[in-house]
Structures are given as C-alpha cells and as structure tokens.
C-alpha cells in the first residue's frame, strides 16, 4: 500500500528491525511488517508517532501489555494476510479479542466466523473446545464438560527456583527475590482444566491435548496462587522436595551468602 510523505517521514526514525516486548515475550520483526495494514493500532502506533511516543521496557524494546503468546499468530497475520491454525488450537476467541484490539477487522471476523463453527462441533458432542477458549471460572468440577474415562483423574507438578542472600550480620534480614517462574508438568488437556488462561504455553505451543509437557509456566508467581486453583479444581498434595545450594558472591567469605534452591510440589486428583 503506498504510504503518504508524511507517513514516510514519521517511518523513517523507526529502525527496519523491530524488537517488541508483549506481555513479557520478545519478538523481533520488521518495521514493514507491523506496517502491513493501513489504520491498524500497529500501523498507527508505527506511521503516525516516533520512538519517543511509544512506552519501551528497561531494554529499550517497544512494550504491548497485551498476550505475548497469542501475538505470534497477529504476527503471523500481518506478514501473509492469511492465518493457520494448528490443529489442536483452543483460544479462537482470546485472538479475536487481540485482533480487535490491534484493530484488524478482517482477521477478527475470519476468527467469529470460525468460533461460529466450533460452536456447531459442540452441539455434536465435542464439548472440550469451547471449554479451552474461555477462562476456567467454574467453582465446582461438576459443571465442567465430561471427559472420556480417566480422563479427570492425574498427577501435576508445580516447581519454582527462588534465590535470595543472607548478609554477613546473621542477624540482619535476609534479601529475597522474587520468584522469577512457576512451572507446570502434566498432561496437556489437565493442566489446561486447572489452569485455564494462566498457563503460558509459550515455550511447548500447540500440542495434542493428550500428550505431555514439562514446558509450560505460569503467568504469575504466586505460589498460593496456584495451590488455590490446585485446591479448587479438586487436587491434594502428595509429595514435594527441595535441594538447595549456597556460594558466595566472590572468593572472599565475608561476602554475603547467595543460596539458591529449586522446589517441586506433586499432586494427585
């Protein structure tokens, strides 16, 4: 599409490539890319503003609070003008709303039309899709669609890695860190039941429901978080173990002590 003086102006200050930072996952495209399609919320934030405009994270890379794993497929989009779906895809409706809000009316109508029809695979016995598009907001397993036998019943294990130092005074307070991830090991379709929208599947997408993974995280790092949800969704704790390592900042042992410790919490439903 040809761009206007002015837009060609306000381009030019925009590198070819292009890092974004969205919703914590990197991507790194060209600038004629986001520009694709004229009047999108991309194109506008790219053709019609500077750097200076646009909020960066501590990396200088431009920041979208909006869902960094579903971002791939707006990616996807904007390069082709056509989307593929995986076979096993679940969140046609989530990238709907992204689409509208990245203003890509054809995209979003593309994805209503093929909400339409899962919809009607529904009424055929095939509740699960539309179980695995919207967030898990059930209070009590019974309102959840039937599985096929043994299909509710199964093991998750929750890990974290947390770090924190312990200054040279004993009695001085210790220095936590945050944890930085909680993971999720499981079956595919349970840990999606219990989790719903939270899990980031960004490092093991698209996977059949009844296979494995021990890739995927959590998007916050609460670990009561996840306990509730565990405890809600009808999973008790079975078993759990912690190994633990300490060194030193430098080689000088006055130094504070940097312990380092990685925790795994089965459960059993």
């Not at 503003?49 to 431009?62: C, E, M, N, V, Y």
């Not at 699960?128 to 397993?141: A, C, D, K, N």
């Not at 349970?190 to 093991?204: A, I, M």
């Not at 759990?240 to 006055?254: E, L």
Request: charged share 30%; proline share 6%; glycine share 6%.
């Amino acid at each position: 599409h040809p761009k206007t003086q002015s837009d060609m102006a306000q381009s030019s200050t925009f590198p070819e490539v292009v890092e974004l930072n969205v919703g914590g996952q990197v991507y790194v495209t060209r600038f004629e890319t986001l520009t694709a399609v004229p009047r999108s919320l991309l194109w506008t934030k790219f053709t019609q503003h500077t750097p200076a405009d646009l909020p960066k994270d501590s990396k200088g890379r431009f920041f979208f609070d909006r869902d960094g794993f579903l971002f791939r497929y707006i990616l996807d989009y904007l390069r082709d003008s056509e989307l593929f779906l995986p076979e096993f895809f679940k969140e046609r409706k989530r990238l709907q709303r992204e689409a509208d809000f990245f203003q890509l009316p054809e995209l979003s109508r593309r994805l209503a039309a093929a909400s339409k029809d899962s919809s009607s695979t529904e009424d055929s016995g095939e509740p699960e899709e539309v179980e695995l598009t919207s967030p898990v907001t059930s209070s009590s397993s019974s309102d959840r669609p039937l599985r096929s036998p043994g299909g509710n019943s199964g093991y998750i294990t929750i890990g974290y890695r947390g770090t924190y130092t312990i200054g040279r005074d004993i009695q001085a307070d210790a220095k936590f860190r945050r944890v930085a991830r909680i993971t999720v090991c499981g079956k595919i379709s349970l840990t999606k039941e219990v989790f719903g929208e939270t899990l980031n599947e960004s490092r093991d997408p698209d996977r059949p429901p009844d296979k494995y993974t021990a890739r995927y995280y959590l998007k916050y790092n609460f670990l009561e978080q996840a306990f509730d949800r565990l405890a809600e969704t009808g999973f008790h704790m079975v078993a759990c173990n912690s190994t633990g390592t300490c060194s030193y900042g430098s080689n000088d042992p006055s130094e504070d002590k940097l312990w380092t410790s990685y925790t795994e919490y089965v459960f059993c439903r």
